[in-house]
């Protein structure tokens, strides 16, 4: 849409009921067919703002918009078609797919939630599951038989079904190995060319988010410390917390560095918020 961004996240503030104060003020948008990257410790606030970005908790205060409406109200019937604009890749796509069923039918739900018929829906799962990279016969196996890569591309796949203008990836690749989480990466990447796709791109990593990221806004403490282009990020960083993350990655080298092993980066600064 306009320049107010396909997603629109205003002034937005949570505190979650156990009285932790998850986002304090956030500001940001997400413009149609680019990728904004969100950075910043675990604990700084991230999944929450992919939770209110996905109309699946609402704000305190504040507002977020998707194309100019409230995500969470997106409901009933006549919001499905809606809804299916705005999907997320999770950061868990294992637990996030029913062992019980295949991986074809976990996608072909999916689209049957977004009202494709039945008698499409066996073609479309092949299709999609060409466009994510994968043997459409591996529609018939369970997730335990399918690798951690494979698994994230029926994730993948399942976010596709709808057809959606914005994917909310939330540290999509930090469960996978580093030579996975690179063609992972790079499929994101093909596929938002291909679809014209936008993408609220979360990680703590920050060589990641250099790899897909148009923009890149860094949270500290549920507070946006610095908004910059990738480049500009890492060329100039404006914020002592970026330059302190930049520092802790091993930023500052001409290629993005490689991805860091399992687990968390170096605390950075004074430790997050109980
Ligand atoms: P991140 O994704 O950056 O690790 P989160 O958004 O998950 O951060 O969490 C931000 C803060 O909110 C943390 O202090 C976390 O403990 C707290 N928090 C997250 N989810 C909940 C919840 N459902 N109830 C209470 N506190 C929560
Ligand atoms: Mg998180």
Redesign the pocket.
Known sequence: MTQDGLLAVDDVSKR???G?L??DGVTLRVPAGRTVGLV????????????LALGLITPDTGTVRFDGHNPHRLRGRAGRRARGRLQLVPQQPRGSLNPALRAGEAVAFALRVHGTPRAERPERVAELFRQVGLDPALARRHPHQLSGGQVQRVAIARALATGPELVVC??PTSALDATVQARVLDLLGELQERLGLAYLF?S?DLAVVRHLAHHVVV?RQ?RVVEENTTSGLWRAPRHPYTRALLAADGGGSPEPAPPAPAGHPAPVGEP???
């Open positions: 979650y009921r156990q932790t998850a986002l910043g410790e675990s604990g700084s606030g991230k999944s929450t703002l992919a939770r939330d540290e979360i703590h949270l549920g997050s918020a109980p």
